[in-house]
């Protein structure tokens, strides 16, 4: 079967980035001019996806607002003649079929991945975290969903991280197959140095079978009493054939604050209108500091 839809959940609390996510969702922080989700939204319908579902939660309607047609701003665009930027605006609005859902109660990845049993229905589906970014001329999904076609089995996005960075990531216990494939045997969700079975973590991106939603309709409340994602992959890891991918790209995690300065930047250094002058300006500043 396809993959044809994809969720992404954007409903966390973004607590490593307060204050500012007081109000703002942390996944419409801007990297340069675009804010970070429709970054994920892109490489979702650049790797085929046809529909997907957001799910958000109350004082994020930001979100639905920036993929949502604006009529006044382009009717002021076009008759100033600005056709360039209302393209960009247009551009946005019409992006692909976007679906809303709300999650009510923050109860963890796994319970906001459950929000979207009914959308889903009974085929494969991607998820991409609201706050991953991943910078590669082949999307990071695409990979996946390449992967998923030849397999036919549950795949996950990962890399190596630092031994002293697992307990930050979902980290898998897995067999190497190829040079970057992985069958999974188990997981563990943020595990101390001497716990962890590998450096191989998950980091937010998976293209999922529907039996998912069954397990995690069971799943008991995890590490920092959230239903965890990780637990239902665990179980789902038993039940099923699951891969692992060490995917090609730069990733970011734009719901740090190191990690969104870092987009940022090299975003702004691949910019078209502003890589000269941002190099330019970044050689004066590591003179003055
Ligand atoms: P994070 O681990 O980044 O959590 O969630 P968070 O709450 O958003 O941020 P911090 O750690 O407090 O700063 C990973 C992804 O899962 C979503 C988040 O929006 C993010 O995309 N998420 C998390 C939900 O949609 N619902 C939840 O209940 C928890």
Redesign the pocket.
């Known amino acids: 079967m396809r993959v044809r839809k994809a969720i992404i959940?954007?409903?966390?609390?973004?607590?490593?980035?307060l204050p500012v996510t007081k109000a703002l969702p942390k996944e419409m922080l801007n990297i340069v001019d675009k804010p970070a989700i429709q970054y994920i939204v892109e490489e979702a319908v650049a790797s085929g996806i046809e529909e997907i579902l957001i799910?958000t939660t109350r004082n994020k309607s930001s979100i639905e607002n920036h993929f949502d047609a604006t009529p006044e701003l382009d009717h002021m665009l076009e008759i100033k003649g600005k056709d360039e930027l209302l393209a960009i605006s247009k551009g946005v609005t019409d992006i692909a079929d976007i679906y809303f859902k709300r999650?009510k109660e923050?109860?963890?990845?796994g319970?906001?991945v459950l929000q979207a049993k009914a959308f889903i229905g009974d085929e494969p589906f991607a998820v991409l975290?609201?706050?991953d970014i991943v910078y590669h001329e082949k999307p990071c999904l695409k990979q996946l969903i390449d992967v998923f076609n030849e397999k036919q089995g549950s795949v996950l996005g990962v890399q190596s991280v630092k031994k002293e960075d697992v307990s930050k990531y979902g980290i898998v216990d897995g067999l190497k197959l190829t040079d970057r494939l992985y069958t999974v045997n188990g997981m563990i969700e943020k595990p101390s140095i001497e716990e962890a079975p590998t450096t191989i973590a998950a980091l937010g991106r998976y293209i999922l079978t529907p039996a998912i939603f069954e397990i995690l309709e069971t799943t008991e409340p995890g590490k920092g009493g959230?239903i965890q994602l990780t637990d239902g992959l665990i179980e789902l890891a038993h039940k099923e054939e699951m891969f692992a991918y060490d995917f090609e790209g730069i990733r970011y995690d734009t719901?740090d604050k190191l990690g969104y300065l870092k987009a940022t930047c090299e975003y702004a250094l691949r910019h078209n209108e502003l890589n000269q002058s941002f190099k330019d300006y970044i050689k004066e500043l590591s003179d003055t500091f």
Request: net charge neutral; charged share 20%; aromatic share 10%.
């Open positions: 959940p954007a409903a966390g609390y973004g607590t490593r980035f799910i999650q923050m109860k963890g990845l319970h906001a975290l609201g706050d959230e719901g």
